[in-house]
C-alpha cells in the first residue's frame, strides 16, 4: 500500500499564501483562466515563489476539505432515498503556533503583501488571498491543491499547559481546488 509521508524534513506539508488585493472580478470567477490569479500572486508551481508570498510557518495539523453539497428526497413509489449533489464546500483548516513575524507582519517587507502585513490584518481586513499547499514537499512529482479564498476563524490561545500562542485558522475556498503535480 502506497501512503504520503510527511514526516521527513524534504515531505514536510508547505502551505504558502500571498493577498491578492488587486484581483479583478474576472480572476476571482475564473481564478485559473487567462490571467491565472493564483500563479499571477505566487508563481508557477515549482518555479521560484513569487516575492511577498508568505510560508505558512509552524503548522501543527491541517485538513483539506472538498465536500460536495447532497440534496436527498423521498418518493411514495420508493422505498429508497435519492441524492445528487449540489455546489461544493470546500476549505483549508490548521493549527498553527503564532509566529510573531507571520501572524502580524513584517513591517519593513516593501510591497503590500501577506508578509508586510500579517496573517491578522489579513484576516481582519478580509483580503482575498491566493493558497498553494503541497502535501509532502514541494520537489518534482510532488502533489499540491491551490485556488483562493478567504482566512478565518483565528482564535488565538495560550495556557499553563501550552505556553505558546497556538491558533485555528480557515482558508474558506472561493470556487474549486486546482490540483496539480510539481513538474
Known amino acids: 500500500m502506497a501512503y504520503i509521508n510527511t ?3 524534504e515531505n514536510f506539508v508547505e502551505l504558502y499564501i500571498q493577498s ?3 484581483a479583478t472580478p474576472t480572476q476571482i470567477d475564473n481564478p485559473f483562466g487567462t490571467g ?3 500563479e499571477t500572486e505566487l508563481g508557477v508551481a515549482g518555479g521560484e515563489v513569487a516575492a ?3 510560508l505558512v510557518p509552524a503548522l501543527q495539523e491541517v485538513t483539506v476539505n472538498a ?3 447532497l440534496f436527498r428526497w423521498k418518493q411514495l413509489d420508493s422505498l429508497s432515498e435519492y441524492v445528487i449533489t449540489t455546489s461544493s464546500t470546500n476549505s483549508l483548516g490548521m493549527n498553527l503556533v503564532v509566529d510573531p513575524s507571520s501572524f502580524f507582519g513584517n513591517a519593513s517587507a516593501t510591497v503590500d503583501t501577506v508578509q508586510r502585513d500579517g496573517i491578522f490584518k489579513t484576516t481582519n481586513e478580509k483580503y ?3 493558497f498553494r499547499l503541497y502535501w509532502a514537499g514541494s520537489e518534482a512529482g510532488d502533489d499540491y491543491v491551490e485556488g483562493i479564498g478567504y482566512m478565518s476563524g483565528l482564535a ?3 495556557n499553563p499547559d501550552a505556553p505558546v500562542w497556538v491558533s485555528p485558522i ?3 475556498v472561493a470556487g474549486n481546488y486546482n490540483q496539480g503535480q510539481h513538474p
Open 36 to 38: 491565472n490569479l493564483v
Open 20 to 22: 491578492a488585493p488587486d
Open 170 to 172: 480557515t482558508i474558506e
Open 52 to 54: 511577498g508570498a508568505l
Open 67 to 69: 465536500t460536495p453539497g
Open 7 to 9: 514526516g521527513a524534513f
Open 156 to 158: 488565538p490561545t495560550t
Open 128 to 130: 482575498l488571498v491566493c
